[in-house]
């Protein structure tokens, strides 16, 4: 069947109608006219592949990767560059309308770097035969000796890696130190830098996956307590320290809330490593530790996992009423849904996309939030 695709939908797929039923088509881009196959019939959809490109899209690319078809590690591959920053800006524009009632003006223009081998970790998964990375939408495992979004280093580890008992074999390098962290080092922890802050990083302690978006971001949030004079600062979901680190130079104190027993272990060390001692971090979940969000912080930095914020936290939050929010997501959807609730007693000063995730359909969103007069 011949089909002429409408648009893109937020997971890359292009959009088009089979009888008035809406139908997602792997692989197909905006305007092109395409061969599909029907996978799936759904009540309200169908779900289809591109069997051939009738009609080609001015912005479609060949993929360099042997996996693409079939590797659920990436989406936009078959993109040009170019227009992915157009994609994910218009992502976001359309989320936050939609959800949060807010409008294009407040959405900045997206911060981004190389398409290319940004990753600094890759989780292989395994089963009795193979390790690799999952096909899309399944749990079975392709085989991979290279993935074009991962550092160099990690690539010619990842040719030799060898079966152990793990169900996950997770792999790490350390920006700058080159550290590896594999199932076959002596350490279970690497050594990275985000700027000139260096950070202790455990297997389970969470890191930002693209080092060098991640030092735009984290300049971005610097600037922002500088200029907005922030003395007491909240670290919601603070991983292993690394943002409330980063600008404890420009604030009074920082107090830092991580529920991962492992990365506030890595918190206290790289508080010590860098001479951070007016930062502080609690063991816990965010919402069960709500007392501790008190009205002497007059700054919050909130960096969620793509869940977002759960209600207690935005209720604490709205209660207690820090001056200025700086709100990290890496999902626009729960991010405008919470944006919604704050908007509230907030103003939205402006949102800015981040490609933290090139290749992929994923978006980092940094969000200013200043309190209503
Ligand atoms: C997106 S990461 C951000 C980490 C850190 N801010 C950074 O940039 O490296 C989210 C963090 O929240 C933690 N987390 C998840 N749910 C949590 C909760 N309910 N309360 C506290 N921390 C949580 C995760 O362990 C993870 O470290």
Excluded: W
């Excluded at 009795?128 to 495992?141: A, Q, R």
């Excluded at 670290?235 to 320290?241: E, I, N, S, V």
């Excluded at 502080?280 to 977002?308: F, H, M, Q, W």
């Amino acid at each position: 069947m011949q089909v002429k695709i409408e648009k893109l939908d937020h997971y890359g797929r292009g959009i088009t109608k089979i009888e008035n039923k809406i139908c997602f088509v792997e692989g197909a881009l905006k305007d092109e006219v395409v061969e599909i196959e029907v996978i799936k019939e759904k009540k309200k959809y169908y779900l289809a592949t591109t069997k051939k490109v009738i009609e080609k899209s001015k912005d479609r690319i060949t993929s360099n990767c042997p996996y693409y078809a079939r590797c659920g590690g990436c989406n936009l591959d078959h993109i040009s560059f170019e227009k992915e920053q157009e994609f994910k800006e218009e992502k976001v524009k359309e989320i936050m309308t939609k959800f949060a009632k807010i409008s294009n003006d407040k959405i900045k223009p997206i911060i981004y770097d190389n398409p290319y081998h940004y990753r600094n970790k890759i989780t292989l998964h395994k089963d009795d035969k193979k390790i690799g990375l999952y096909e899309k939408e399944s749990n079975t495992i392709i085989p991979i000796t290279k993935c074009l979004l991962l550092n160099d280093k990690l690539n010619e580890i990842l040719k030799s890696i060898k079966p152990s008992n793990k169900k996950d074999i997770i792999l790490k390098i350390g920006n700058k130190t080159d550290e590896i962290l594999s199932p076959t080092a002596k350490k279970n922890y690497i050594t990275s830098y985000i700027g000139n802050k260096k950070y202790k990083v455990s297997e389970k302690s969470f890191f930002q996956v693209n080092s060098i978006i991640t030092e735009k971001l984290y300049d971005e949030i610097k600037e922002i307590i500088q200029e907005k004079n922030s003395k007491n600062v909240l670290d919601l979901y603070c991983g292993t320290g690394t943002i409330g680190i980063y600008i404890c130079e420009s604030v009074n104190k920082v107090l830092g809330i991580e529920s991962c027993k492992d990365a506030v272990d890595d918190a206290n060390y790289n508080k010590e490593l860098n001479n951070a001692t007016n930062c502080t971090y609690k063991l816990g979940k965010v919402e069960n530790l709500t007392k501790e969000i008190t009205s002497e912080y007059d700054t919050a930095i909130i960096d969620p996992p793509r869940s977002g914020l759960d209600k207690k936290v935005i209720k604490k939050l709205l209660e207690i009423k820090p001056k200025t929010l700086i709100y990290v997501s890496c999902d626009p959807v729960t991010l405008a849904r919470d944006l919604n609730l704050l908007k509230e007693k907030y103003n939205i000063e402006y949102i800015r996309p981040y490609n933290m995730f090139p290749r992929t359909y994923h978006v980092e969103c940094c969000t200013l939030l200043s309190l209503k007069k």
